[in-house]
């Protein structure tokens, strides 16, 4: 049995230190925010005993290897997101188990904490609790006593005391609780969380946070609908009721007419929107790679300025452990990401939480594949669009087999039709399952004015315009062009459209400048959209746009050479690398023969069907000269393998992206 020798915890009384702290925060200029994140104030002096201090920096081998989970604990999930300050001993983590992830101070009894802090007005302390199974030792009970007690300049009081056990079939239990601190509002205190109990128990503070209640907090909706095209939409001119919510919305919003993904594919376009770069200045490509952590992501500029993060996910190409969850106080994969009614569990998420955090300052990240083939979606819808030679309710994959190596297959008009039908019964299930309900909550909570709304999307969809299917190999308008909509604090901006170009890498800096956050716009490749909607302002005050969309060579695993778009205004210049024989090979069905460049006019052209390039040699080559001259990275970013690669290929399976033999490949 391992055994850890354990230092006391003792009380210390620092105040004087506390006062300096404070005073020096303020001769800083260090502007106060509505969240104070205990993690982020933990350094070296602030940890009084922990079992990872005793073995820290470099532990015996003997104790890891008699303990394997401790090594586990030890070298793995380190908490680095921006503002969260030093790790001292390892023990700031970034709690992942199964479809949760928290920001986390690991707490093996006997652990201390002591942070000094100050207690504004109308404050809540707020935490959970957490314990977490050792697999050496799986089928034994564990409990651990965790404790917070205050101690101020006068006295020294626990505020919360909760024993929380863990049954011997069960590898994880959380709780979370809210303590008032009416009666110490104002005061400089040290806060004391300690842990006592089974000292092989796994025991996790999981992101303690003092924040001041208020009903007039400002907050941010990132939505994301995973595989929406634009075209599909009302708002954006589509003839079929597919989306009355989101059209309701767009009255209230901003809508971009004219919005380019930087990827026709899940994993590097979320990344691009999160980081406000082009996949040549983050680096992420293919799905082994994430993201660097020289890049800095939406959520942890967000976090600067005491906003709580929590994202709700569909997983897979979106998983925390790809980069997405750094920022993020909580980064969540909902219940059932893949069911055919996976919108109506991430409303229901949604809901439950914002009845539970209405009164905080945040930023919510919601996802959901729910209109990703198979197109499955539930019987009144998956026929509400049905035509009468309709034969099929969902995409049969065994029947249609146009996935992979069949991606390039011709089918009848009427199975087409009957998939467009589908796709589009998708998009009005999750508009009234998910957005309908999310504006009305919003809305009873008295939260809608006060809220910045963002809806978008990653990729679209083809079907067989450009004589393929589905997403992941082309770089055509039906596949890179999505919805953009930003409902803006109180609706300003309602009701304009914009039809100038702008890009998903706008959609940060966008957000930053609405919340009054200072950011390095030098370091992005995205800008503010904020000038497009300013009175006053025509359009040559404004500088167009230029959107890089790319595709590399197997990319997602799928023979796929490397595609790269860019536009100069409305005209679209791409360069499309040949097929290697293997690749050709690889499918069943030849993909359409494609010239090394394409050009097209999309004002008189919006189809993409009439390459000027041979007709328009000079033109080629100026937009060739162009694309060279950009497309080169800025930043320090470096492709990097996830350490997560298996728990990567076993969810991409499951959402339909790999198939057997190409896992087999892949191990």
């Not at 929406?228 to 989101?246: E, F, I, K, Q, V």
């Not at 399952?433 to 009305?440: K, N, Y």
């Not at 008189?604 to 000269?625: F, H, I, V, W, Y």
Request: one cysteine or more; hydrophobic letters at 35%; proline letters at 5%.
């Amino acid at each position: 049995m391992l055994k850890i020798s354990r230092t006391r915890s003792v009380f210390i009384n620092p105040f004087v230190l506390v006062s300096i702290l404070l005073a020096l925060s303020r001769c800083a200029g260090k502007e106060e925010v509505p969240l104070f994140r205990f993690i982020d104030h933990i350094g070296q002096k602030n940890v009084i005993s922990s079992p990872l201090k005793e073995i820290y920096p470099n532990p015996s081998p003997k104790i890891l290897e008699g303990s394997p989970s401790l090594a586990e604990l030890f070298n793995n999930f380190p908490l680095s997101d921006l503002g969260s300050g030093e790790n001292p001993f390892s023990v700031k983590k970034k709690l992942s188990v199964g479809n949760l992830e928290f920001n986390s101070l690991a707490a093996m009894p006997e652990s201390h904490f002591a942070v000094p802090s100050e207690i504004p007005l109308g404050s809540v302390l707020e935490f959970g609790c957490a314990l977490r199974n050792d697999k050496e030792r799986m089928g034994q009970p564990r409990n651990v006593v965790f404790q917070i007690i205050l101690e101020s300049e006068t006295s020294k009081k626990e505020i919360f005391m909760e024993t929380l056990g863990l049954p011997p079939d069960k590898t994880f239990k959380f709780v979370l609780r809210r303590v008032k601190l009416s009666s110490q509002e104002g005061q400089k205190a040290v806060f004391h969380f300690l842990t006592t109990g089974d000292s092989r128990a796994f025991g996790f503070w999981l992101h303690p946070v003092i924040y001041v209640a208020s009903s007039s907090r400002r907050n941010i909706i990132l939505i994301s609908l995973d595989t929406l095209r634009a075209d599909h939409l009302g708002c954006y001119g589509y003839g079929r009721p597919t989306s009355p919510n989101t059209d309701s919305l767009a009255r209230d919003s901003a809508v971009f007419l004219n919005t380019f993904a930087s990827s026709p594919w899940t994993l590097p376009s979320h990344v691009s929107i999160m980081t406000a770069l082009n996949t040549i200045n983050h680096q992420v490509y293919a799905r082994e790679n994430e993201l660097d952590s020289f890049v800095h992501t939406l959520a942890e500029f967000l976090k600067t300025k005491g906003y709580f993060n929590v994202a709700f996910t569909g997983g897979g190409y979106v998983s925390g452990f790809y980069g997405f969850d750094r920022g993020f106080d909580s980064y969540r994969v909902t219940a059932r990401p893949l069911a055919r009614d996976a919108a109506e569990d991430l409303y229901s998420e949604t809901s439950r939480w914002l009845e539970d955090n209405q009164d905080k300052s945040f930023f919510l990240f919601l996802h959901t594949y729910q209109i990703h083939d198979p197109y499955d979606s539930p019987e009144s819808y998956n026929k509400l669009f049905r035509e009468p030679s309709d034969a099929l309710t969902v995409m049969d994959e065994a029947r249609l087999g146009i996935y992979h190596a069949n991606r390039f297959r011709p089918l009848d008009e009427d199975t087409r039709r009957n998939l467009v039908n589908l796709y589009d019964g998708e998009i009005r299930h999750t508009d009234e399952a998910l957005i309908g309900p999310l504006l009305e909550k919003l809305r009873a909570l008295s939260l809608y004015d006060r809220t910045m709304i963002i809806l978008t999307s990653d990729h679209g969809e083809e079907f067989f315009e450009h004589k393929a299917w589905l997403h992941t190999h082309s770089v055509y308008n039906e596949v890179i062009k999505v919805p953009l909509l930003i409902k803006y604090f109180g609706s300003r901006y309602a009701g304009r459209k914009i039809e100038d170009i702008v890009r998903s890498v706008d959609i940060l800096p966008t957000i930053l400048e609405e919340a009054g956050i200072r950011y390095p716009k030098k370091n992005f490749d995205g800008q503010s959209l904020r000038e497009f909607l300013e009175e006053g302002r025509s359009r040559r005050d404004t500088k167009a746009r230029v959107f890089i969309s790319d595709l590399s060579s197997h990319g997602e695993g799928e023979h796929i050479p490397m595609k790269i778009a860019m536009n100069r205004g409305l005209i679209k210049f791409i360069v499309n690398e040949r097929y290697s024989p293997a690749d050709l090979k690889y499918f069943a069905f030849p993909p359409p023969r494609l010239a090394e460049t394409e050009v097209f006019d999309l004002s008189a052209d919006p189809g993409e069907r009439m390459n000027l390039a041979t007709a328009r040699p000079d033109l080629a080559r100026e937009l060739s000269k162009q694309l060279r001259s950009l497309y080169k990275q800025k930043t320090r970013a470096r492709s990097r393998t996830t350490t997560a690669t298996r728990t990567i290929l076993e969810a991409l399976k499951s959402l339909g992206y790999i198939q057997a033999s190409e896992e087999k490949k892949d191990r």
